[in-house]
């Protein structure tokens, strides 16, 4: 029990301050990724390579003088940056970032809480952030930033159909929720990216919607509302929406890899996963999910830096008539192919039937591509036809 | 639509959002990669694309002869001409009857920089130059006396050539 007590406490320590630092970090990779693609070089002064910049910002935001909107409600304004920070930090817990480390005392499993519930904990506490997100546009007692909230809350509804939809055809796949098993069984058979590869696709594009990054952060739509719902909050509270943004992406990135591309798995070997935990095992297994993660974040990044914003009725239009349908008709056709090779061909999840569900998912996606390749995902607000 | 928008049909390649997304996703990675085009300022000031033009007006400059004296002759010419009425002049006589500017002096916030003052000059005395890093830390700083104008070591401007457009 001290065992354990002493173990989850220095997971937890560790795995917070990771993220914070990396969310720091994340920060800078943002603003230089976006400065090489524009053909900038971007901060590059405070520090080596400007690495120490994100701890200037920190700094300055620390000193930044906390602005009160008179006609704000005092309570529930402080309480915003609270309630969308926490959650934030929550939901990493439950995500395996390494194979088990051997310790003197025993094995010690590399997540800080392995819940039965797995993912699904993730999915309502990430939902949970959206309260922060309307408190904090209600609470300004501003124009732009109460739509700012209320289209988050509008927004991350939607999605969250959608990507709980598409986790559902990982739980039909893994017969389980706890991602320490959805874990075991990729490593088993075949990553879920392969046969899995529509509701990847979904998950992907509401995980962007759920995070409110671009092509999806109407929510902050700097364009139209000024910055939405933290138009109001300065220095370290508004630092705190950024910190829960970035967290949410890393968490995100995060949870991608692990549900459908092997979680802390290398690829190709299968001694990461067999036979006695070793030290080496834990530190290969945490690079190799970590560049899992980065690649993610970078995407992110990248796409953050392409695609222009939706227009909000085109984002509704995408999250209800494209992805949630689509999401339904997916699970039912993988839930009858899982069920065809499971109970008819009595196989069991491996390579072999991962490739066989592969094939479906190809023809699936081929048939979605042509699909929505007519101009059916954004169009003008007036029909071709109607015209 | 209650107001007629018209909207053109368009071969579905144009429309694609899939395309485009894909097409512009390749771009900004291929932006990634090439080589930058900002310059360093403070340590790089001029680069084989960019570098200050010999046209530059810039701070002033006043040149000086063989004895070190400035070449000014106080005919008053610059302080008549200068639009922004920056050029503050006292003209003084020694015992051979030569002119020298008892006190000249440039206030640089007020100048528009229009090259005039030299244009004008007969003795070539006062140039323009081909600089422009004047930051100070107090305003009156920045009323350049006689003896800042000839201790400045710039290159002065060539201003613009009518014979020579395009100054080749």
Known sequence: MTFFLVASAIKVFLVLNLILVGVALLTLVERRVCAWMQDRLGPNRVGP????????????NFLKEETSPAMADKALFTLAPIVS????????????????????????????????????????????????????????????????????????????????????????????VTLSQVITQQQTGLWFVVPLTVAFLIFFISAFAETNRLPF??????????AGYHTEYSAMKFSMFY???????????????????????????????TGDPSVIKTLLTLAAFSAKTIVFLFTYIWVRWTLPRFRYDQLMALGWKVLLPLALIYITVVAVAIWFFRVRLGWTYGPGMAWALGGLNFVLLLVLVLWLDRGRIVSGSVSQEAA | MAIGVKVMKRPTQQTSYLRATLKGMALTF??????????????????????????????????????????????????????????????????????????????????IFCGYCQEVCPEEAIHVGVHYENSEYSRDRFVYDLERLTAQTHPVSTLWDPSDPKGE
């Open chain 1, 85 to 176: 920070f926490i959650p934030a930090m929550l939901t990493f817990g439950v995500i395996p970032f390494a194979s088990p480390l051997p310790t003197r005392w025993g094995v010690v499993p590399m997540v800080v809480a392995d819940l039965p519930v797995g993912f699904l904990y993730i999915l309502a506490i990430s939902s949970l952030g959206v309260y922060g997100i309307v408190l904090a546009g209600w609470a300004s007692n501003n124009k732009y930033a109460l739509l700012g909230g209320l289209r988050a809350s509008a927004q991350m509804i939607s999605y969250e159909i959608a990507m709980g939809m598409s986790t559902v055809a990982v739980l039909l796949l893994a017969g389980n």
């Open chain 1, 49 to 60: 390579q400007g690495l120490l910049q994100p701890a200037a910002d920190g700094l300055k």
């Open chain 1, 243 to 273: 910190i829960a943004e970035y967290s949410n992406m890393v968490t995100a990135s995060a949870l991608m890899a692990t549900l459908f591309f092997g979680g802390w798995d290398i690829p190709l070997t299968t001694w990461d996963s």
């Open chain 2, 30 to 111: 291929s932006h990634l990669l090439r080589p930058k085009v900002t310059m360093q300022y403070p340590e790089e000031k001029s680069s084989k694309d960019w570098t200050l033009a010999s046209r530059w007006r810039g701070t002033h400059r006043m040149l000086t002869d063989e004895q070190g004296r400035a070449k000014c002759v106080a005919c008053g010419l610059c302080p008549q001409i200068c639009p922004a009425n920056c050029i503050k002049l006292v003209p003084g006589e020694d015992e051979e009857g030569h002119r020298y500017p008892l006190i000249y002096e440039i206030d640089e916030f007020r100048c």
């Open chain 1, 217 to 226: 952060d109407l929510p902050e739509a700097e364009g139209e509302l000024i």
